[in-house]
């Protein structure tokens, strides 16, 4: 695609890297642009603490992109909060702590790291004491691998599991239709895990 494009004429290429931190297909495409202006979007070239190494390296380039951990502490910060408020309430198995379950993005990708890192560091800052439950599950984002893996976590574990942190709203919506067809969430505050995500989704 980006030699079609180059074929064709363009005087601009906005890209967005199929795998986070690819640096050597960064310089790839930011070499057979040559003079031609590269921007690229949503998945960072650098790999975490190469910052600059490519972009720094060539003229004719930049990267738009968040803030990384920016999401992950607004949603440890809701969580604590919440946590705080409702404790009680959310332990369910009565052992004094909050045991989660957490469902990660992509490996490699600097948002999916950020999120899965500050979201629970961010929450533990407001004093409540939580317990991960199981491997964190790489989803990809996606709403169905994340309804399947939430699945088999409530087999595996059943009540142990008391909330659920997600780095995107479609992998939360795979685990809150998983919790509803176990029981859970259908308006039985006794009976309620909650599940966190990030996106804004409705």
């Known amino acids: 695609q980006i030699d079609t494009a ?23 495409i930011l070499d057979k642009a040559g003079e031609i202006p590269v921007v690229f979007f949503n998945r960072s070239i650098e790999a975490e603490g190469n910052e600059g190494t490519v972009l720094g390296a060539y003229e ?54 950020a999120r899965t890192q500050y979201s629970v560091e961010q929450a533990v800052e ?3 004491v939580m317990e991960q439950v199981g491997e964190t599950q790489v989803c990809n984002w996606d709403t169905e691998l994340a309804n399947s893996a939430m699945s088999g976590w409530l087999s595996k574990y059943g009540d142990k599991i008391e909330f659920v942190i997600s780095n995107n709203d479609a992998m939360a919506q795979g685990a809150i239709s998983a919790l509803q067809s176990a029981g859970y969430n259908k308006g039985d505050a006794n009976n309620y895990v909650p599940v966190v995500g990030v996106d804004a989704t409705d």
Do not use: R, W
């Open 60 to 113: 004719n380039c930049a990267f738009v992109g968040t803030d990384a951990p920016e999401a992950g502490h607004m949603q440890g910060k809701m969580i604590g909060e919440y946590l705080v408020a409702n404790y009680d309430a959310l332990d369910l198995n009565k052992d004094g702590n909050i045991s989660y379950a957490m469902f990660m993005g992509q490996l490699g990708n600097a948002e999916a790291i």
């Open 126 to 128: 407001n004093g409540v």
């Open 6 to 28: 180059i074929q064709m004429g363009a005087t601009c290429l906005v890209v967005n890297v199929v795998e986070a931190g690819s640096e050597d297909v960064a310089k790839q």
